[in-house]
């Protein structure tokens, strides 16, 4: 009992942490223009598919003097402004989580960019210490991105996208609401619109910013793929008292541009209802619900908790043609 007890807790912590977003700001951005990594250089700017070559660079911004690292995936050979999709990561997670994705989408001839936010990992490139980190602070690291990726010369800033998982879904959400002209669409990938309620109803388990505290309750340290605690979510105090009475559902659902939700029917951190409710509320959004598909749709998505929240299953053969659709008819 104590250990299912344990279990439970823990599916809470989780999900008070996953996702963030971004628009116009007055910082000073920091760019490392992109280099090319030894693809084959290409000339011909009437490229097909087939024939985009995709390329990856760093490309850093500021934001309040934290610097923000960042990986863009696109074609260096065109001459065309490219469209841009921004990426942000789940609590816990780096720009890695969502590399792949930013290659797969800058083969169908996307810019696409995705970064550390500032203090959102141990692991993060950025600046920040995690005891620092809030979803609010992740927005300002998202508004300083778009900006950052606008300015870029072979950009076309009229046709930028975001795209977040998680708290990074939800971080996304807040930013375009708040700045509805600068976006294009948006893509959710089962947005943690709940962590207000979640961290108020386990915010009374102790303190929630040291998961080593709780390393021997119900035997959580012997559960292999969870490693330590510690690297997976900040709960700081000022991370609680931040979110803990906000309300995401009056900041969100007013983005008037197209919204594509793709959410796992068996996700056991963000229950589907969230996005079925966001999905009402937004003027044009579809819900792609992804059959038995639990929080993340492949093992880097899902971080530490591995392969308890599903991480040997990879949804993302069902995923991906939903994204390129959805991208390609705002094309």
Not at 198 to 217: E, H, Q
């Amino acid at each position: 009992m104590k250990g299912n007890f344990g279990k439970i807790v823990l599916m809470g912590f989780m999900a008070v942490a996953m996702c963030f977003a971004a628009c116009s700001s007055d910082d000073d951005n920091v760019e490392t223009p992109p280099e090319n990594n030894g693809n084959e250089e290409v000339t011909d700017s009437t490229l097909t598919e087939t024939e985009w070559v995709v390329d990856s660079a760093e490309v850093w911004s500021e934001r309040e003097g934290n610097k923000i690292f960042g990986m863009m995936y696109h074609n260096p050979a065109t001459t065309k402004k490219q469209p841009a999709v921004i990426l942000s990561h789940s609590s816990s997670l780096t720009h890695e989580a969502m590399s792949g994705y930013a290659n797969e989408i800058a083969k169908i001839g996307y810019a696409a960019y995705c970064f550390d936010f500032c203090g959102g990992s141990d692991k993060s490139k950025s600046d920040g210490k995690t005891d620092e980190m809030t979803v609010f602070t992740e927005v300002e690291d998202l508004r300083a991105v778009v900006k950052t990726v606008k300015s870029l010369d072979y950009i076309d800033p009229s046709r930028v996208y975001l795209l977040g998982s998680s708290q990074g879904g939800l971080v996304s959400a807040l930013l375009a609401d708040e700045c509805p002209d600068d976006f294009a669409g948006m893509i959710l990938f089962y947005p943690a619109f709940n962590i207000p309620e979640m961290v108020k109803m386990f915010s009374g388990f102790g303190d929630l910013g040291n998961f080593g505290d709780f390393g021997d309750f119900g035997g959580f340290g012997d559960w292999g793929d969870f490693g330590d605690f510690g690297d997976m979510m900040s709960m700081s105090e000022a991370y609680i008292n931040s979110i803990k009475d906000f309300d995401v559902w009056s900041h969100i659902g007013k983005f008037p541009k197209p919204v594509c939700i793709v959410h796992g029917t068996q996700d056991m951190i963000v229950p589907i209802s969230n996005s079925e409710k966001a999905v009402e509320l937004y003027p044009t959004a579809t819900l792609n619900k992804i059959e038995g598909a639990n929080h993340g749709f492949n093992t880097a998505n899902l971080g530490s908790m591995g392969s308890l929240m599903g991480g040997s299953a990879d949804y993302d053969s069902v995923v991906m043609p939903i994204v390129e659709s959805f991208l390609k008819s705002g094309k």
